[in-house]
């Protein structure tokens, strides 16, 4: 501590002994009041407030729990479904992609394959676009990389070659 504020401290910590018992009272019990009123302003009130919120959305957490448990018993409730075939990609779908992606020039192979999934085929394609390609098949058309592949071919083209399906998953 600075030697101004040891010295501060020393001369209200003598004050403080030296004084008599009304004085202390006369600064005590404010001093008190005080810690009393910052202790219930900064923890009292916060958790009050926590707890008004809480118990205001329990209803509606209630409601939500017994909405999925009715859904719970009701698909519990049916029998299994078949198996259906895999649906087919859209090959217009990738060639579109392609194309925003400014990837159509590139001479991409776009064939489809048996047990319907699509084979694409990227002889020579800059990094930069690669992912985006993929990211706009998976969430925008709804197609799955099934299989990947891609080859370095400089600092900054790949060769891609990707196994694709109809599905989110």
């Known amino acids: 501590m600075p030697m101004s504020m040891t010295a501060s401290f020393e ?8 004084a008599d018992t009304p004085r202390r009272m006369l600064l005590g019990i404010p001093a008190a009041a005080l810690f009393v009123v910052v202790v ?8 009050e407030a926590a707890s008004r919120n809480m118990r205001a959305s329990l209803p509606s957490l209630e409601a939500r729990r017994d909405i999925i448990r009715a859904q719970t018993q009701e698909l519990r409730g049916q029998p299994a479904r078949p198996a259906t075939a895999a649906a087919a990609i ?8 392609l194309a925003r992606h400014r990837l159509a020039d590139l001479q991409p192979v776009v064939e489809t394959k ?9 002889p020579r394609a800059p990094f930069f676009a690669i992912w985006p390609l993929f990211q706009t ?6 197609i799955r990389i099934v299989s990947l592949r891609v080859d370095r ?3 900054v083209n790949a060769r891609v070659e990707a ?3 109809a599905g989110d998953r």
């Open 114 to 122: 048996a047990d319907n999934r699509t084979r694409l085929h990227l």
């Open 11 to 18: 001369r209200v910590s003598d004050a403080w002994r030296n």
């Open 90 to 97: 859209d090959i217009a779908s990738i060639q579109a992609a």
């Open 163 to 165: 196994l694709l399906a």
């Open 153 to 155: 071919l400089d600092a």
């Open 40 to 47: 219930y302003v900064g923890l009292v009130e916060p958790l």
């Open 137 to 142: 098949l998976q969430n925008d058309q709804r």
